[in-house]
């Protein structure tokens, strides 16, 4: 059986949704900014603002590499919003697993991440316009790669679940 793999932009539920799919089917979860985290012993808004988003972004992409090479379980993995903007990345997702893009409407996004002080990308000026414009980037590398996309809004981790069980080896 295959690791599932979520992305998404930052408030798509990503960790939640994993947390939840992986305590119902009694799997492992990872969540690439929690490993990270645990091993630099560094919150991620303290990287970025000591050693820049470059090193950050070098994590991520060391954090897939170490968790390919443990792949005989079967994991659901949720990765930084971010990550899947790197080439070499989005190679080496394939090679982790299926991969499952949480859909979500700019205006549930903005709603998810108001008040939101933990993402560095986020902070300071609109968030309306911070989201949109990362947005506009980002949509449709996350579409590409995807192999299943679940439209999330107004739906419960139950049918979140149910949608993912339809199009992967869940
Ligand atoms: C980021 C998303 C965050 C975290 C970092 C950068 C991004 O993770 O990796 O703040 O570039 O979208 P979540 O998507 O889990 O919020």
Same mark, same amino acid.
């Given at each position: 059986m295959k690791n599932i793999i979520l992305i998404g932009? /930052?408030?798509?539920?990503?960790?939640t949704v994993g947390k939840f799919i992986a305590n119902k089917n009694n799997m492992k979860q990872i969540d690439t900014d929690w490993y990270i985290e645990r091993k630099h012993n560094r919150k991620i808004s303290e990287i970025f603002e000591t050693d820049g988003e470059e090193t950050f972004r070098q994590m991520e992409t060391d954090c897939i590499k170490e968790l390919l090479k443990n792949s005989?379980?079967?994991? !659901?993995?949720?990765?930084?919003?971010? &990550?899947? /903007?790197?080439?070499?990345?989005?190679?080496?997702?394939?090679? &982790?697993?299926? !991969?499952v893009y949480l859909k979500a409407e700019i205006s549930t996004l903005e709603k998810r991440l108001?008040?939101?002080?933990?993402?560095?990308? &986020?902070?300071?000026g609109? &968030?309306?316009?911070? !989201?949109?414009?990362? /947005?506009?980037k980002r949509?449709?590398?996350?579409e590409e790669l995807a192999d299943i996309i679940v439209q999330t809004d107004?739906?419960?981790?139950?049918d979140i679940e149910t949608e993912i069980k339809k199009g992967t080896e869940l």
């Open positions: 932009f /930052m408030g798509s539920g990503k960790s005989d379980k079967k994991y !659901i993995v949720s990765v930084g919003g971010g &990550l899947p /903007m790197r080439e070499e990345n989005r190679e080496l997702l394939h090679k &982790l697993g299926t !991969i108001s008040g939101d002080k933990k993402r560095p990308l &986020l902070q300071g609109e &968030l309306h316009d911070k !989201i949109a414009s990362l /947005m506009e949509e449709s590398v996350y107004n739906k419960s981790f139950e």
